[in-house]
């Protein structure tokens, strides 16, 4: 089918490919060579004739279908056979011409818009085919004359648009066109003053597709002229345009031009009245876009870029608002300072602003935010208050991007943010208000959480700048900025740090990628640490501020408690800080440490220590335990050597003087330490900044020899100083930056190198580290010869007062004492100091009476204090005793001459020391006698009446001596030698202290207490056998025996006898002199009635009183004082009530009316009545069920019916079977099991049986013990309850119960005593002395002395010692 029936054809696409492109009548007269059949092999292909589809287009008789479709075969072949035409034009290039001639042709004759489509298709697809640079310059040329010719250029729209698509397809032809077609160039100029919006839209696609594809390079060689007048052109009609395709080629062209310097600079400064706009039009694209405005009626000058594209921006159309956008943008990168005050000028941020405020789009946003960010670097922004206005909706619009998924929009908004924050005026404040800085830093807030490093780095950055003190609303929300704080902090957590094995592998983060994940974890925890150190900053301005530092909103009672407060910001910077920071920081500066990082991380640990002053000593130490020391002084050797990284020098200098500063108030002299801390505030100040080098040139620093040294605090002199002080305060904290041997010769070598150069004469502060420093290192050094302690024995007579160069620290003690010469002279005062340490805070100044309580309190803890460990120092100075014992007769001397509480110091530990607790030489107590025994005879002697003219000093000193002979008597252990007789010593002692306890005033009771307590220490103490002589010695001691009475009469409600000296009520003596007065009274009464030993002067005592307070007045008693009470009338008891050493008073309470009836009279002065009062007394004591009145009870039961058997059988037959008996049997068994086998109830068992007291019974009374026994177990009962029970089962086979029990019963008893196994007999000093104190001696050993080890058994030795300062009897 040829091209003659495409009349008849249906014209579809189809049909029309597979019609010959022939025409029958001209085809016959065309050479055969200009035909070929052109196509797919497979389908045999077209007959293409191209003379044929040459005259078809040139004639005029043909219809335009049937060019169309001779077109659209055309440009089929061109598609699907490329190079097929070409072999058939290139047989001749005046064909190609000509055919390129005609297609030009009909761009001017064609009017259909789709048959002139085709004919752009067919030109572009042949001329790229032929690739002819004769043919480019043909359609050139062509288009250039054919524009000369015509004076209207409104018939040029196809071919602008042909120019235009053969510039896009033929790029090189871009570059010809302007350098070699400036003609063309200028029509093309001309053609954009034509009105027609659609010419003009074509002319612009031309110069848009030009400066599309030319590039920069080729742009540069186009005329001035053409490019300035395309740039003014260009404005005017973007200010007229109305037609969508005519804008938006506009927009294009300026995008294009807006990234070239030299067409801004012409767009920027076109000329005025160059660019007009058009009143007479109104012209609206889409019924909403206006870009010229009637209304506006403002002067062509006003019409300059700025304005036109802020006009875009209120377009409303969002693609507009892009562009403008990205073209603001592009024209500020070429010069922000010079470009941004016109628009800021045309309020252009405003409207960003609000386009910000009302859309969503990922693309306007990140344009917008993009253009902002340029124009604030113009303070002309701020000071138009562009920031002010527009925060509130960028706040706003960065809340939503922080939503969107497109991460370069959420870190253009923060990096907008972060600019406003840093640039704004501190003079204009953005946030007055507290809504407003909450709102903001819930988004930085977002911002730090993002899920990308780059976008949370961003927003630590934003975080940084919101931190500035004028950014903070009033009041200081305290609560927003901690929450930014602990949102970064918590960011640490995510954060993928290089491990060693990456930093090993890539030697630095800075030599791995940029956009690696460990380099973006390096600058997030940069820009973290650049945020942190802004909120320490903030903080600490706040803090100077008292306006700010309380929020005058809140009651203040809850300042410290509000979580919305300064102290809770510092609080939680301090808490992250310790926790989260330093470790995080520690391990990213671990392999390769950054300057940059550590110097904020330094920086921020300075500002802890301005932030929380009460805390820091704990920050401190824990830091300075941690090697922080060492860890600053490595980075200031490895990256600040040879004046490299200041700012880092100066953040860890500043650092280490605060640690050592506050390291060092912990640790100051009390004397001079604001002379002593500004000593070594300035050395440190002064030196540390040169001293960068590593830890281990040290040991070379110290040992040079400096010369003349100018300055106090400067020169190599001082930087040996200051090496000193860090080497203590490092030390101290247990960071040895240097080797012990290292230092301890290298400060040696520093004292002998000041003394050589002809100064003895240390700075304080460094003679005290020095001396510290070898008290620390001695261990691992070499013993000192006699030069070098002449050397530090001179440095250190060189101070003035030891106490300010003292360390309170064993190895401080160690050292002195260590070598005689310094032990000679500083050894007192060494341990001065350590005691001293102890009780700084103890008043010193006491009064009698404080004393006096004070120690009645004490005597109440007795026995709280037994089984407490002594304190480290304690342990410490009894280490130091073992190695250097010279170290007792020091304490000793401190004891006898030093000022209380240091004197009552050094007693406590000859206590400790006495007490058994360590093991140490046997003959301890004995070398200590005599010493004591000197101390009292010289207190004796410069003192001879101790009752008057005494110094302070003996008050003081006195008790303190007789406590320590307290404990030197009990702490002598019953087998040593020296109880095998009361040597001199013992007696001397013995001989001072009753003398001394004669001649006290009675109201001195600090001395005459431990007096009296020593006293009964040694008759309590010594052997039977060796007792004569003392007991007589004391009988003979008319002084002792006053003052026994003046204590006892004191304590006694009746009159006394004239002739008795007597206290007032209100100096009644404490229960613990009383308690003592009546055990030793019980001593003597039982001693003397022993060995018959002659008295010179009695006691008076009134039995009366004595019940009466047992009757009435034993709840309001103190159960020691009852227990010595019960005591003393147990000792009277066992001798009838009848001894020399006492006269016992009676009254009518006991005895009844006279004359005395028989009972009264066998049994005066207890009497009948008294016998009952005393026995309900005492089971009243028994019910308490006090450990000590339990037994105390029933050894003074016995002794009680022991003498009433003596004295009047009857009565002990009443007391024993009486009623209230048998009631307080069912209570005490009804108390549990541990009463119930209780060895004190075993044994008021065994004397009810022994006495044939009715009140007990064989069930359920015996039988509910003997089950409980069964049910314990024989073998898991104490050996004192297991004897308590086998004299209780021997009394029930001899005694006559009621019921009698069975013959089972007797078995179980039977059993029972096997099971107990044979009697062992007991410990005694003294084989003639009774069993046990708990039960009743035969009537031959009754007026015995009671063994120690029984009396250890009642716990009451042990109580009554407690009260003289001994803390065990372990020993006894």
């Known amino acids: 089918m040829s091209c003659d029936t495409i009349d008849q054809s249906n014209g579809g696409r189809s049909n029309m490919m597979s019609v010959d492109i022939v025409h029958e009548k001209f085809h016959l007269r065309h050479d055969p060579k200009w035909s070929g059949r052109l196509g797919p092999a497979e389908g045999g292909g077209l007959l293409v004739c191209v003379a044929c589809v040459i005259e078809m287009i040139e004639s005029e008789d043909i219809s335009s279908v049937k060019k169309s479709f001779a077109l659209s075969g055309i440009s089929g072949v061109l598609k699907c056979s490329p190079g097929a035409l070409r072999e058939l034009l290139q047989q001749d290039h005046r064909v190609s011409m000509r055919f390129t001639a005609s297609l030009l042709g009909l761009l001017h004759t064609v009017e259909d818009p789709a048959t002139l489509e085709k004919v752009h298709q067919v030109l572009v697809q042949l001329l790229v085919e032929l690739q002819s640079e004769v043919l480019y310059r043909f359609v050139l040329d062509e288009i250039h004359k054919q524009l000369s010719d015509q004076l209207s250029v409104k018939a040029f729209q196809p071919t602008f648009k042909l120019l235009g698509n053969l510039v896009e397809a033929v790029p090189n032809l871009a570059h010809s066109l302007m350098t070699q077609y400036v003609p063309l160039l200028e029509h093309l100029c001309s053609a954009l003053l034509y009105p027609d919006e659609a010419l003009k839209a074509s002319v612009l696609y031309v110069w848009l597709k030009l400066f599309g594809t030319a590039g920069g390079s080729a742009v540069q060689s186009l005329p001035i002229t053409i490019r300035d007048r395309v740039c003014i052109l260009l404005l005017q009609t973007l200010s007229n345009a109305g037609s969508p395709q005519l804008i938006d080629n506009c927009i294009g062209l300026l995008w294009l031009l807006v990234q070239l310097g030299e067409t801004v600079s012409v767009l920027m ?23 010229c405005q009637n209304q506006e009626q403002q002067p062509p000058e006003h019409r300059h870029l700025p304005l036109i594209l802020k006009q875009l921006l209120l377009s409303g159309d969002e693609t507009l608002q892009v562009t403008s956008a990205k073209c603001i943008a592009s024209v500020l990168v070429h010069s922000p300072s010079q470009y941004s005050a016109p628009f800021i000028k045309a309020d252009v941020p405003e409207f960003l602003f609000d386009c910000l405020a009302s859309t969503s789009s990922e693309m306007l946003l990140w344009s917008a935010y993009s253009c902002l960010v340029l124009l604030t670097e113009d303070s002309l922004f701020f000071s138009q208050c562009h920031s002010v206005y527009g925060i509130e909706s960028l706040v706003r619009s960065l809340k939503e991007a922080l939503r969107l998924s497109n991460l370069e929009v959420q870190k253009q908004g923060l990096l907008l943010l972060t600019a406003i924050l840093e640039r704004q005026p501190p003079s204009v404040r953005l946030f007055p208000s507290g809504p407003g800085f909450v709102v903001v830093s819930e988004a930085v807030i977002a911002g730090v959480s993002s899920s990308c490093l780059l976008v949370a780095t961003q927003g630590a950055s934003a975080a940084s700048a919101l931190f500035r003190l004028n950014h903070q609303s009033r009041p200081v929300q305290y609560k927003e900025v901690e929450g930014l704080v602990e949102a970064i902090t918590n960011r640490f957590s995510e954060l993928p740090l290089p491990s060693p094995a990456h930093r090993r592998s890539s030697g630095s983060l800075k ?78 500066c671990e392999r390769a440490p950054s300057a940059q990082i550590l110097q904020h991380f330094y920086s921020i640990l300075s500002s802890q220590f301005t932030l929380l002053p009460s805390l820091m000593p704990v920050f401190a130490n824990k830091l300075a335990s941690s090697g922080f020391y060492r860890l600053a002084l490595e980075h200031k050797g490895l990256l600040c050597v040879g004046n490299r990284n200041p700012d880092l020098n100066v953040s860890c200098c500043g650092f280490l003087l605060k640690l050592s500063m506050c390291l060092l108030s912990q640790s100051n002299p009390a004397s001079g330490s604001y002379q002593y801390a500004e000593e070594v505030e300035n050395l440190l100040q002064y ?76 700075p304080h502060s460094v003679l005290r580290s020095a001396l510290y420093l070898l008290a620390m290192t001695q261990d691992k050094s070499p013993s000192l010869d006699r030069a070098p302690l002449n050397c530090i024995t001179k440095a250190l007579s060189s101070c003035q007062s030891f106490s300010s160069l003292y360390i309170h620290h064993p190895a401080l003690l160690h050292f002195i004492c260590r070598y005689p010469e310094l032990a000679e002279k500083f050894g007192p005062l060494v341990l001065e100091l350590w005691l001293t340490k102890q009780t700084q805070h103890t008043v010193t100044g006491q009064t009698m009476t404080d004393a006096q309580e004070k120690g009645e309190k004490r005597d109440s803890c007795a026995d709280d204090r037994q089984d407490e460990e002594p304190d480290t120092e304690t342990v410490e100075l009894l280490t130091l005793i073992e190695k250097y014992p010279a170290v007792i007769l020091t304490l000793l001397d401190m004891l006898c001459t030093r000022e209380a509480p240091l004197a009552e110091r050094a007693l406590g530990v000859l206590e400790v020391l006495l007490s058994g607790q360590r093991h140490y030489e046997v003959d301890l107590c004995a070398n200590l006698r ?65 003398n001394i306890a004669g001649r006290l005033k009675p109201t001195n009771t600090e001395s005459l207490l431990p007096a009296l307590r020593y006293v009964y220490c040694c008759l309590s103490l010594s052997p039977a056998h060796c007792t004569d002589r003392a007991v007589s010695m004391l009988l003979s001691n008319s002084g002792l025996m006053d003052q026994l009475q003046t204590v006892l009469a004191s304590s006694s409600s009746s009159s006394s006898s004239s002739a008795t000296p007597s206290l007032s009520p209100s100096a009644c003596p404490p229960s613990a002199l009383l308690c003592c007065s009546h055990l030793l009274m019980s001593s003597l009464i039982t001693l003397q009635h022993v060995h018959s ?40 008891l066992d001798v009838d009530l009848t001894s020399a050493v006492v006269c016992v008073s009676t009254g009518p309470g006991l005895v009844g009316p006279r004359p005395l009836g028989v009972q009264d009279g066998a049994l005066y002065p207890l009497g009948s009545r008294g016998a009952q009062s005393l026995s309900a007394a005492l ?10 009145l339990l037994r105390a009870s029933v050894n003074c039961l016995s002794s009680l019916l022991g003498f009433l058997q003596r004295k009047s059988h009857i009565t002990a037959k009443l007391v024993v079977c009486q009623p209230w008996s048998r009631f ?104 003639s002395l009774p069993s046990n104190i708990l039960y009743p001696p035969p009537e031959s050993e009754t007026h015995s002395q009671t063994p120690l080890h029984y009396i250890k058994h009642t716990h009451l030795l042990t109580y009554c010692i407690e009260y003289a300062g001994i803390c065990t009897l372990a020993c006894i």
Not at 273 to 282: H, L, R, T
Not at 960 to 979: E, F, G, I, N, R
Not at 1093 to 1121: C, E, F, G, M, P
């Open 1224 to 1327: 307080l049997l069912y209570c005490l068994l009804s108390s549990g099991e541990s009463c119930l086998l209780h060895p004190a109830i075993l044994r008021l068992i065994t004397l009810l049986l022994q006495h044939s007291s009715t009140a007990v019974l064989w069930e359920p009374d015996l039988l509910q013990v003997m089950e409980a026994v069964e049910r314990r177990g024989v073998k898991e009962l104490s050996q004192e309850a297991a004897q308590a029970l086998r004299l209780l089962l021997t009394q029930i086979e001899s005694s006559v119960l009621q019921p009698p029990p069975t013959e089972q019963h007797k078995q179980r008893v039977r059993d029972m005593m096997e099971a107990l196994g044979p009697q062992t007999p007991a410990l005694s000093c003294n084989p």
């Open 1093 to 1132: 030993a002659q008295v010179h002067k009695s006691i008076n005592w009134s039995l009366d009183t004595a019940v009466q307070r047992l009757v009435l007045q034993k709840r309001n008693t103190d159960n020691l004082l009852l227990v010595s009470y019960l005591r003393l009338l147990q000792a009277l």
């Open 511 to 588: 030599r791995s990628g940029p956009s690696s994940h460990a380099s973006r974890s390096e600058a997030f925890l940069f820009q973290a640490l650049v945020c942190f150190q802004a909120a320490c900053r903030l903080a600490e301005e706040c803090a100077s501020e008292p306006v700010l530092k309380e929020n005058t909103f809140t009651a203040p009672s809850k300042h410290s408690r509000a979580q919305d407060s300064l102290e809770s910001l510092c609080h939680c910077l301090l808490r992250c800080c310790d926790s989260i920071w330093i470790p995080t920081i520690i391990r990213m």
């Open 687 to 762: 030196n540390l900044p040169s001293l960068c080098c590593r830890l281990s040139d040290w040991p070379s620093l110290l040992r040079e020899v400096p010369g003349l040294q100018l300055c106090e605090y400067k020169g190599p002199r001082a930087t040996q100083y200051c090496l000193v002080i860090m080497l203590h305060l490092a030390l101290q904290q247990a960071d040895r930056l240097l080797p012990d041997q290292t230092v301890f010769s290298c400060v040696l070598w520093l004292l002998l190198s000041v003394q050589e150069q002809g100064s003895c004469v240390l």
């Open 1179 to 1188: 089971s009243g004591l028994l019910l308490q069920k006090h450990e000590l």
């Open 269 to 291: 400064n076109s000329p005025e009245g160059q660019i007009m706009c058009s009143e007479d039009q109104n012209i609206h694209a889409n019924n909403s876009q206006v870009i």
């Open 930 to 994: 005599p010493a004591l025994l000197q101390a009292l005879q010289r207190l004796s002697v410069e003192n001879g009446g101790l009752g008057q003219g005494r110094t302070e000093q003996v008050v003081n000193s006195l008790p303190l001596v007789l406590k320590l002979l307290c404990v030197t008597q009990a702490s002598d252990p019953p087998s040593s030698s020296s109880y095998s007789n009361i040597d001199e010593v013992h007696f001397k002692l013995l001989y001072h202290v009753s």
